[in-house]
């Protein structure tokens, strides 16, 4: 596993991009994409990552043949974790092979593939007021049961509300809506199904963050010749 640099603690992050932001919060939307089958495409390039003993860690996005991108914040104590694919039950073991800590990107390689198509990186940049949807799993508290309740391939629509915000040279996308716990990892997409984000972190302010994609096409560049990450 190729390392990188130390990473931008969350207490470090929410500021530096709330104040960047300013105080605008829009309520989060519920919307339908142009086609049902745009979404089901999305779950078909989301993975579950979990751990090998057991345990959701996050979800991740296939993002090349045998290749899974995540946020290194969900495989950071991991070398090895277990992949899920949607619509099966079984999992294929997966091998932590690149990531950059500050840019919170990490690249899985799994072996064992299973014939799934891959996202494709937007080229052009989101504007303010787009509609976009996320794809994620989570375990969440359930009443009357100490087990969590996990729900997988959930699906999560919002806007942008600030695109791109650079901080210290990684991009992100500022979407209203909170998502859940175990969708960091996931993809962002827009309504014609293009990548466009990686899930990082949302707040209490119903604020979610993803890693924008020219942030994502810098990082893949580099782990494309295992060279080491930035410097800043």
Not at 15 to 36: F, S
Not at 199 to 205: L, Q
Request: hydrophobic share 45%; with cysteine; proline share 4%.
């Amino acid at each position: 596993m190729v390392s990188a640099t130390p990473t931008m603690t969350l207490r470090a992050f929410f500021p530096a991009v709330l104040l960047m932001c300013g105080a605008l919060v829009v309520p989060a939307e519920v919307g339908v994409a142009q086609d049902d089958a745009t979404v089901e495409l999305a779950k078909r390039q989301t993975v579950l990552i979990g751990g090998m003993n057991g345990g959701l860690l996050g979800s991740g996005t296939i993002i090349a043949p045998k290749e899974i991108l995540t946020a290194f914040h969900v495989v950071a104590k991991h070398r090895y974790v277990r992949i899920q694919f949607y619509g099966r039950s079984d999992s294929q073991r997966g091998e932590v092979v690149f990531h950059d800590a500050y840019a919170d990107l990490a690249l899985i390689h799994v072996d064992r593939f299973p014939k799934y198509p891959n996202a494709s990186l937007r080229t052009s940049p989101v504007e303010v007021g787009e509609q976009l949807f996320g794809i994620g799993s989570a375990a969440i508290a359930a009443r009357h049961t100490e087990l969590p309740l996990l729900l997988t391939w959930s699906v999560r629509w919002g806007r942008a509300i600030h695109a791109p915000v650079t901080v210290h040279q990684v991009s992100f996308i500022v979407t209203d809506g909170s998502s859940l716990p175990g969708y960091s990892g996931g993809g962002l997409y827009d309504l014609e199904g293009n990548l466009v984000g990686i899930h990082k972190a949302s707040t209490a302010e119903a604020v979610a963050f993803a890693i924008a994609a020219d942030t994502i096409k810098d990082f893949l560049s580099r782990a494309a010749t295992m060279t080491d990450a930035k410097e800043f």
